[in-house]
C-alpha cells in the first residue's frame, strides 16, 4: 500500500537559518505529492504540490522537487521566519488506487523557529 | 464564503455517550473526508464520500457511521464513545486540485 514517510521533529532553528524537511514515500501508481501546513489551533492547509516527477512546487519560499529515482519530496526554506512555526504533513495522492482520491499523511514534523 | 465548517469544536463525552460532529462545505465539492488526528500519528481517514448519498469507510472507520444526506453536510457519528476515540476531528472537502480542511472539533471521552 501507499506510505509517506518524513523526518521526526521537533525541529528547532534559529530566524533566517536554512531548512529542511525530509519525506519519502512509497506507493503503486503515479502519486501526485502535497505539503500541508498546521498553524497552532488550526486546520491544515495546502503550502505546494507536485503532480509529475521533476516538478517543482513553491509557495511563500518553501519549495520541494518531486523526485521519482529517489521516491522523495523534500521540503526547504532559504531563511524562515518566527512565522513559520508550525506542524508540516507531507502527503501522497495516488489516482490508481481507486475512488475516492484519498491523501495518504506522514506522520507530521514540529517546527519551532527562535528570535 | 465560509469553506469548510465544523461544529463543534470542543466537546467532552462519557463512555457509552453518543454524538454527532457536523461539517458543512459552500464549495459545491463533491468530494468529502472525515480524518481523525492522533499525536505521532499524522492524519488517518475514517470515512469519505464521493457525492450525496454515498460513503465509503476509510483507514480507520470503525466505531463510526457517517451520512451524506445534502451535499453540502457530512455528518460523523459516534453511537456509543469509548476512550480511543479521544482525538482532533477534521472535515475536509475536495475540488480537483485540492482538499481543504475545517479547523477541527477536539473530543475527549473519559
Known amino acids: 500500500g501507499n506510505s509517506v514517510t518524513q523526518m521526526e521533529g521537533p525541529v528547532t532553528l534559529s530566524e533566517e537559518a536554512f531548512l529542511t524537511i525530509n519525506c519519502t514515500y512509497t506507493?503503486?501508481?503515479?502519486?501526485?505529492l502535497f505539503w500541508y501546513v498546521q498553524y497552532p489551533g488550526e486546520g491544515l492547509q495546502l503550502l505546494l504540490k507536485?503532480?509529475?516527477?521533476?516538478d517543482k512546487g513553491s509557495n511563500k519560499g518553501f519549495e520541494a522537487t518531486y523526485r521519482k529515482e529517489t521516491t522523495s519530496f523534500h521540503l526547504e526554506k532559504g531563511s524562515v521566519q518566527v512565522s513559520d512555526s508550525a506542524v508540516y504533513f507531507c502527503?501522497?495522492?495516488?489516482?490508481?488506487?481507486?475512488?475516492?482520491?484519498?491523501?495518504?499523511f506522514g506522520t507530521g514534523t514540529q517546527l519551532k523557529v527562535e528570535l | 464564503n465560509a469553506g469548510v465548517t465544523q461544529t463543534p469544536k470542543f466537546r467532552v463525552l462519557k463512555t457509552g455517550q453518543s454524538m454527532t460532529l457536523l461539517c458543512a462545505q459552500d464549495?459545491?465539492?463533491?468530494?468529502m473526508y472525515w480524518y481523525r488526528q492522533d499525536p505521532g500519528m499524522g492524519l488517518r481517514l475514517i470515512h469519505y464520500?464521493?457525492?450525496?448519498?454515498?460513503?465509503a469507510k476509510g483507514e480507520v472507520p470503525d466505531g463510526y457511521n457517517v451520512s451524506r444526506l445534502k451535499k453540502q453536510n457530512f455528518l460523523l457519528g459516534l453511537e456509543s464513545a469509548a476512550p480511543s476515540q479521544t482525538s482532533v476531528y477534521f472535515c475536509?472537502?475536495?475540488?480537483?486540485?485540492?482538499?481543504?480542511f475545517g479547523p477541527g472539533t477536539r473530543l475527549t471521552v473519559l
Open positions: 475536509a472537502s475536495r475540488n480537483t486540485a485540492e482538499q481543504f
Open positions: 464549495m459545491n465539492h463533491e468530494y
Open positions: 502527503a501522497l495522492s495516488d489516482w490508481n488506487t481507486g475512488g475516492g482520491n484519498k491523501l495518504t
Open positions: 507536485a503532480t509529475k516527477a521533476d
Open positions: 464520500s464521493v457525492g450525496e448519498g454515498t460513503t
Open positions: 506507493a503503486t501508481g503515479y502519486p501526485s
